[in-house]
């Protein structure tokens, strides 16, 4: 592997990027190249190994920018290693159990043989962006449910299945 790994990323709030931003903390301390970035400003997949790609889940949907760097990137993604990840539960059930992808992100799955999706919890806090998301805070129902400990061992099996591809 020579190109290296993108962590791409689709949030409103930043805390999907907080999570991308982790995964390739990770990956560089297992001795894989990564960077993580916007969904948005990605021109191109082509110089990447491998793609790890994440989006902020938003009344069921993947956020926007993680939606449309699929569409972009379809062709190129569908030939390199890809991992996809969700982050929104705004209580502690991603922790404790899996939970499938929406039917969006589970048809890309299929489409371009992903490797793998995890979902993970998602954090709202005060000074979030949004009038919906400043509802809920408001009610009393954000507040932080990513658990990094999650992250970083699956940023770590991920690790272990390039670096064996790069063995073997």
């Known amino acids: 592997m020579t190109g290296g790994v993108l962590v791409a990323y689709g949030t409103t709030n930043g805390s999907t990027a907080r999570i991308a931003e982790t995964v390739a903390e990770i990956l560089n301390k297992e001795g894989i190249t990564a960077w993580a970035r916007p969904a948005a400003s990605v021109g191109d997949?082509?110089?990447?190994?491998?793609?790890?790609?994440?989006?902020?889940?938003?009344?069921?949907?993947?956020?926007?920018?993680?939606?449309?760097?699929?569409?972009?990137?379809?062709?190129?993604?569908?030939?390199?290693?890809?991992?996809?990840f969700s982050s929104g539960p705004l209580d502690p059930s991603a922790a404790h159990r899996d939970i499938p992808p929406v039917p969006g992100v589970?048809?890309?799955?299929?489409?371009?043989?992903?490797?793998?999706?995890?979902?993970?919890?998602?954090?709202?806090?005060?000074?979030?962006?949004?009038?919906?998301?400043?509802?809920?805070?408001?009610?009393?129902?954000?507040?932080?449910?990513?658990?990094?400990?999650?992250?970083?061992d699956w940023a770590r099996r991920i690790a272990q299945e390039l670096v064996a591809a790069r063995e073997g």
């Open 106 to 152: 589970r048809k890309a799955m299929i489409r371009l043989d992903a490797r793998e999706h995890i979902t993970f919890g998602g954090c709202l806090e005060e000074g979030a962006k949004g009038w919906v998301a400043r509802m809920i805070v408001r009610n009393g129902k954000g507040g932080d449910f990513r658990d990094f400990g999650q992250i970083e």
């Open 45 to 84: 997949v082509r110089n990447y190994d491998a793609v790890v790609l994440g989006g902020g889940l938003y009344a069921g949907r993947w956020h926007r920018d993680a939606r449309r760097f699929l569409r972009r990137h379809r062709r190129d993604l569908a030939g390199r290693p890809l991992w996809l």
